[in-house]
């Protein structure tokens, strides 16, 4: 199931690429009606190969239940709240920012409503993931919100809609930091600079520079959030990071996950001492 997955997820991804550029224009509303509509399909598919092919185990339904359903419907997520947005934003662009600042609040309020949730998620803890991803749980969870009327819900162990959840909501909170930036500034969102700067090298690189700033507090005071240096550095080199947040969480479980950084250490100081040698 893991290659199917894997291949299904690049699929997504690349089609979320394609239609990113419209995310920030006033297309938008389309777009996510599209993308809404088409990752309900591959959801159904998803599904349809995981009921054809029985989990082979506890550890292989935790697997599903805990990234494969949920990095999709995550993504389905995003977009639909991403639609109910937009839908309702004033087109004047003095009230359009503290419109996306509210919608960014509510966001921020339902991570933190999550928060040992969260942070079980992306620690690459396990030690509950047989209460949070297996399903057949006779009681009800206040937290996670059991689908008991949902005619679905012998497919989901409640948890793995949260999680799905928190993955739109991080996804949601780069696109209200663009947006807002966008109608802070007063422009159109289709302005294009005078002279365009492109990252060139790989998005994973993109991610680790952007976590870098972060924890280093480089910008403003240590103040300024992921999403919203993500979002600086997709306008200004025109690239797409997608989800940084689940990117940096499946960064901690490479081998050599700073590779790039140390390459960077690396020819920064070659670069020294060939000056040096001069």
Known sequence: MEEYFNGLLKEVDQRMATTAPGMDGKEVIGVCR????YLKGKNRELKEYALAHPFAGDAKEILYFKYYKPALTGRLLYYYRVYQIESG???????????????????????????PFYQYYHSGATY??????????DELSPESG????????EFSTGYDILAARLISVEM???????RMERAAQ???????????????????????????????GSVDEGNAEIGELAALFE???????GNVYHAFGRLRGQQNPTAFLDEMKERLLKKMRDMDSR
Not at 89 to 115: G, I, N
């Open 34 to 37: 599209e993308m809404v509509s």
């Open 186 to 216: 007063g422009t159109e969102t289709e302005a294009v600079p005078e002279k365009e700067h492109r990252w060139t090298n790989t998005k994973v690189a993109a991610i680790l520079l952007v976590y870098g700033i972060h924890v280093t």
């Open 235 to 241: 306008k200004h080199f025109h690239v797409d990071l």
């Open 146 to 153: 059991s689908f008991v009327l949902d005619e679905e819900a």
């Open 89 to 115: 934003c004033p087109a004047c662009l003095r009230v359009a920012e503290p419109y996306y600042r509210k919608a960014m609040e509510r966001a921020e309020r339902m991570m933190e409503r999550y928060l």
């Open 172 to 178: 949601l909170l780069v696109h209200l930091s663009r």
């Open 128 to 137: 509950r993931d047989s209460y949070y991803f297996l399903r057949a749980k």
